[in-house]
């Protein structure tokens, strides 16, 4: 990575002391007000550092996050586990800590938002009312544009785009499969969700298959013509696994138009067929299902915000934050995620107390795993204006170098575990 040290970023995860300073803010005793009742729909890596930054920066608010899982399961680090280099119960994080801090924690579904009435309707039937609301939904999949396969199909074909029990399905697969057999991954085309995944999911499964199957393949079959980090993965497979994993781009061939999932297969635009032991296909996406519900989503399928405070530009008083926002420049990943629930965070507060929200600042860093001790990062700070929303500041961040060496490789792995501690415990802890 140029420019920008790596410890700085790690650094710039934790403590709300660095970020309230950032927007003028400190943690306060409500002045009086009407408003200060919020509540956060989504427990992800946006809601939930949404809601505890909230508590940081005003304590008197109520704060109430709605989570239907008991445990979040990160999408981030679950390629490790179908590598097997992790347990799930690793990368899953419960909501003791938000609890201890007062903010009330609610498992259930969110299935109805009433922007008028400012109410929100949960499964169970209960109703909370709010002066400001948090929709933090993450994905949804486009199942209309996939042709032969349906979200019924997902415990044959699982995508494991959201961490959880698909994970375990997926695994299982790839333990079961002999040796010689095929791993075929259909990554979508932009925008999804972290877009460096699916390479790095090839790169885990390739190091399991190395030494437990070393006959056998993975094959990508990509919708894009080029992918994220795309000459440091090529070089680590290369320098790694040989010839074991091969990507084929969208307009070689790449771009899978059905899926036959009776076959375990694939067919490509060209009409070409592919099959395989194991098929990871991943749908292409849109918000999650309570956006489309709520009237938060434009043409695109994603949520519009004023990219300042990351409020509706369809809704008042309604923020949308996470991989289901139009963010400008800014990838959907957990980490960018992270960064937007603090800056909503301190939107919020500073709207409750009729306050000026300076402009804020926004950081993203990607770091992933080629092998056990080889990782590769992207790193970028991101700045608002009027004119362009979010945009990525000239000079910020960088890649790490191509020409690195082997230690250099070791250290960035050790960085990408330290990050994921750093930042599950900054979201969770």
């Not at 009435?117 to 400001?132: A, F, I, Q």
């Not at 300076?358 to 608002?384: H, K």
Request: aromatic share 8%; proline share 6%.
């Amino acid at each position: 990575m140029n420019r920008v040290n790596r410890r700085h970023f790690i650094q710039l995860l934790g403590g709300a002391g660095v970020l309230a300073s950032s927007f003028g803010l400190t943690a306060c005793s409500k002045q009086p007000t009407a408003s200060g009742r919020v509540v956060i729909i989504g427990g992800g890596f946006g809601g939930a550092t949404c809601a505890k930054y909230l508590q940081r920066f005003d304590p008197d608010l109520d704060i109430t996050l709605v989570e239907p899982k008991q445990k979040f399961i990160t999408c981030p680090f679950s390629n490790l586990v179908l590598g097997g280099m992790r347990e799930i119960d690793s990368i899953s994080h419960s909501y003791q800590a938000h609890e201890q801090r007062g903010i009330k924690v609610i498992h259930a579904m969110a299935s109805e938002i009433d922007p008028a009435g400012k109410k929100v309707t949960l499964n169970n039937g209960s109703k909370l009312e709010y002066d400001r609301l948090v929709v933090s939904p993450g994905i949804d999949f486009r199942w209309e544009d996939v042709e032969g396969m349906s979200e019924a199909d997902v415990e044959n074909l699982p995508h494991a785009w959201n961490g959880g029990p698909q994970t375990t399905v997926l695994r299982k697969q790839l333990t079961a499969m002999p040796d010689g057999g095929t791993v075929i991954i259909a990554p979508p085309a932009n925008p999804f969700r972290c877009p460096p995944g699916p390479y790095e999911r090839a790169s885990m499964i390739a190091n399991y298959l190395k030494k437990n199957k070393p006959k056998s393949k993975v094959l990508i079959l990509d919708a894009k013509t080029k992918f994220s980090k795309q000459p440091l993965f090529m070089q680590g497979w290369d320098q790694l696994y040989g010839d074991m994993i091969e990507w084929v781009s969208g307009d070689a061939g790449g771009r899978v138009s059905r899926v036959d999932v009776a076959g375990r297969g694939v067919y490509n635009e060209l009409g070409e067929s592919f099959s395989a032991n194991v098929v990871n296909f991943i749908p292409p996406q849109k918000a999650g299902k309570i956006a489309h519900d709520a009237g938060l989503v434009d043409n695109t399928g994603w949520c519009p915000v004023d990219q300042r405070t990351f409020e509706s530009t369809l809704h008042p008083d309604i923020h949308v934050i996470g991989d289901a926002s139009l963010a400008g420049a800014m990838p959907k990943s957990g980490f960018a995620a992270n960064s937007q629930g603090k800056v909503c965070a301190a939107a919020i507060v500073s709207a409750l107390h009729n306050t000026t929200m300076p402009e804020p600042s926004y950081v993203n860093t990607c770091y992933s795993l080629v092998g056990p001790d080889y990782g590769i990062s992207v790193a970028a700070v991101y700045r608002y204006s009027g004119d362009q929303g979010i945009y990525k500041v000239d000079g910020s961040g960088g890649v790490s170098p191509a020409d690195a060496d082997a230690e250099f490789r070791r250290k960035e792995a050790r960085y990408t575990r330290g990050w994921y501690a750093s930042i599950t415990s900054d979201t969770w802890g």
